[in-house]
């Protein structure tokens, strides 16, 4: 997921070279297609937490009908998505208060990379799908292909090689949606051949509406959970809009470096969640309990040596991105603060996650929708933009909005509430 999401950093870095301008066009267009692959990669949750308990408890046949159904969901989702960012893409950028200057290269950028959202869609389930049957290097080679074209394709574009046009952020915009139709078909194809899946072209269209339920009742929580953190996040994006391109440009850069430390977490997160749904299927409730705790852990100690390494050399990572020694000076400052942002970030996701495996999916749900708008949007509206601390203020929101929900999951997973939502019934195995 965060090597998918990587995609639009990427292009940010590069057209660094462009203009900063464009940087914080693509920033700001990355904040709505960021929205939407946390929405697919939410749905595919459902599917992944559903395959892995199935797996668990030998069931595999049922694994493999809910896999097919999850690709149908998610090709439709992405369809309408795709339809909608394409028709509304200048109002969507408008209502996060997008800075003129930036309108025509975001919504140029929005448009292109939103017409193959379904792709995205598709990519995100595939991806759940190949991590739920164990071949988690698979997914991230892929990915990391993936990146590997779409820095050819920026570079053809940006610098005009082998006589190719200078299109800039349009040419960006073109190799990042090539980069992800490559990558769909690529895992498509390991689904069918390498992990032993029979997928036919008519199973793709079957529907089990059992499967579906159970899915969707492990999603839908989550979806309402990402949709709600995605819109307080835009809200957060439309108060930094107003503080100025600067600032604008000031967060992405510093997100951009982030994302460098979020890779892990993240990473261990999904790990976890593969781990504790194959235990929680098997009946295995200690082990899963064990497995949350001791991830959590090992995630904590890789994100506080990360992002304080970050921080230490965080003004000379940010002066290759860009010459501007008011970004440079802003970005170097808040790469202190991120320290404690990462840290309670990780603590979020790995717990979070193992809820979210184990099948209790409505309690971290109910938690993700409230917090937001009472930690992170309250005080960046309070500190950032009443009290005038600017991003500061924006960085101790978001802060406050990790830690909260971070603790309250592990309270959740101390009182093992949990063990009483196992998703799969016992039945004959079918292999």
């Known amino acids: ?37 946390l929405i697919y990669a939410v749905s595919s949750t459902g599917i992944l937490i559903t395959i892995s308990q199935y797996l668990g408890a030998n069931q595999r046949k049922k694994a493999v009908e809910a896999a097919n159904t999850a690709l149908l969901l998610n090709f439709i989702f992405g369809l309408i998505l795709s339809g909608g960012i394409v028709i509304f893409a200048k109002p969507l950028l408008r209502l996060i208060n997008t800075p003129v ?8 950028y929005l448009r292109i990379v939103g017409s ?9 389930t595939t991806a759940a799908i190949i991590r739920s049957f164990g071949k988690t290097k698979v997914s991230m080679y892929v990915t990391m292909g993936m990146n590997i074209v779409n820095v050819i394709g920026n570079s053809l574009f940006l610098y005009g090689f082998f006589g190719l046009p200078v299109l800039g952020v349009t040419g960006v915009a073109i190799s990042t949606a090539v980069s992800q139709t490559l990558a769909f078909f690529l895992v498509f194809f390991v689904i069918m051949k390498k992990i032993d899946i029979k997928t036919s072209f008519k199973s793709l269209f079957s529907f089990r509406k059992d499967l579906a339920k159970q899915i969707i009742a492990i999603g839908l929580p989550s979806a309402a959970e990402s949709g709600a ?15 100025g391109a ?30 504790v749904g194959h235990h929680v299927g098997a009946r295995e409730n200690d082990r899963a309990y064990k497995a949350c705790l001791r991830s959590l852990k090992v995630s904590l100690v890789i994100a506080a040596i990360m992002s304080t390494v970050i921080a230490v050399f965080g003004k000379t990572l940010v002066s290759i991105l860009t010459s501007n020694e008011d970004i440079i000076q802003m ?15 990780v603590f979020n996701l790995v717990v979070v996650n193992a809820l979210k495996a184990s099948g209790d999916a409505t309690f971290p749900a109910v938690a ?33 909005d990790e830690w909260l929900r971070g603790v309250i999951a592990l309270y959740r997973w101390k009182t093992r509430i949990w063990e009483s939502k196992r998703l799969v019934t016992e039945q004959k195995a079918l292999v």
């Open 1 to 37: 997921t965060v090597l998918r999401m990587f995609l639009g950093n990427v292009d940010t870095v590069m057209l660094s070279h462009y203009s900063d301008n464009a940087v914080g066009a693509v920033g700001i267009a990355n904040q709505v297609n960021f929205m939407l692959m």
């Open 101 to 108: 200057e930036l309108m025509d290269y975001a919504s140029t």
């Open 116 to 124: 193959v959202s379904f792709i995205q869609a598709l990519l995100t």
């Open 229 to 243: 953190y995605q819109v307080s996040q835009l809200v957060i994006t439309a108060m930094i809009n107003t503080m």
């Open 246 to 275: 600067i600032a604008v440009s000031t967060k992405i850069y510093t997100m951009n470096i982030l994302w460098f430390v979020m890779l892990f977490g993240i990473s261990l997160g999904q790990g976890t969640q593969i781990i």
């Open 331 to 345: 970005a170097g400052k808040l790469l202190w603060y991120s320290i404690l942002l990462e840290l309670g970030r």
């Open 368 to 400: 993700g929708i409230i917090s937001p708008w009472f930690t992170s949007v309250l005080f960046c509206y309070l500190l950032g933009i009443k009290m005038n601390w600017g991003l500061v203020g924006v960085w101790i929101g978001l802060m406050s």
